[in-house]
């Protein structure tokens, strides 16, 4: 069985509506989507470091469409484990945790791996929306794309804009 390690932020928690939806709570403003597209999220988000700092912002991330029903089937057939650099954000931890198990209760603790650089992570397949953490990855390599990756070239990893074609290349 093929171990595939996946991320959270930008690939399975749609972490952009979140940060739309704390700007315009702080700001009365709407986000335009297209001011975000080729941006860091801290240059599109000024305040994005004070979102993500703020108890609830991972715990109430919505979801990515077609995430849970994919990475349902994903576990059923590859060694899957999650794995977020969550020690950038301590606090986040406990939040991510508990959004795992309310939103995918066929993942066990095993399978969660919250950790600081993911250079350790060994696996054959990484599902990821940024480059540091796949360019350093041995396996094969799935781009993600969200508004700070999207005018990038994808160079050697295969770029997906969502579940669904992670769904054809992943479970044919
Ligand atoms: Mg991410």
Redesign the pocket.
């Known amino acids: 069985m093929k171990r595939i390690a996946v991320?959270?932020?930008?690939?399975l928690a749609d972490?952009y509506s979140q940060f739309d939806r704390y700007y315009t709570e702080e700001t009365g403003k709407v986000m335009k989507h297209e001011d975000t597209i080729g941006r860091p999220e801290g240059e599109a988000f000024p305040n994005a470091l004070d979102y993500v700092n703020s108890p609830g912002f991972f715990r109430s991330a919505p979801l990515m469409a077609h995430g849970q029903r994919v990475l349902e089937k994903i576990n059923q057939q590859y060694q899957l484990f999650i794995v977020?650099?969550a020690m950038e954000f301590p606090n986040s931890l406990g939040e991510k945790q508990a959004w795992l198990n309310e939103h995918f209760p066929f993942i066990t603790w095993r399978q969660m791996v919250f950790c600081g650089s993911k250079d350790i992570i060994k696996a054959d397949i990484m599902v990821?929306?940024?480059f540091r953490?796949l360019d350093v990855f041995t396996g094969t390599t799935y781009l993600?794309t969200?508004p700070h990756n999207q005018l990038r070239d994808p160079g050697i990893h295969t770029r997906v804009d969502d579940w669904l074609q992670l769904e054809k290349l992943l479970l044919s």
């Open positions: 991320d959270m932020d930008g690939v972490v977020s650099a990821d929306d940024h953490n993600f969200q």
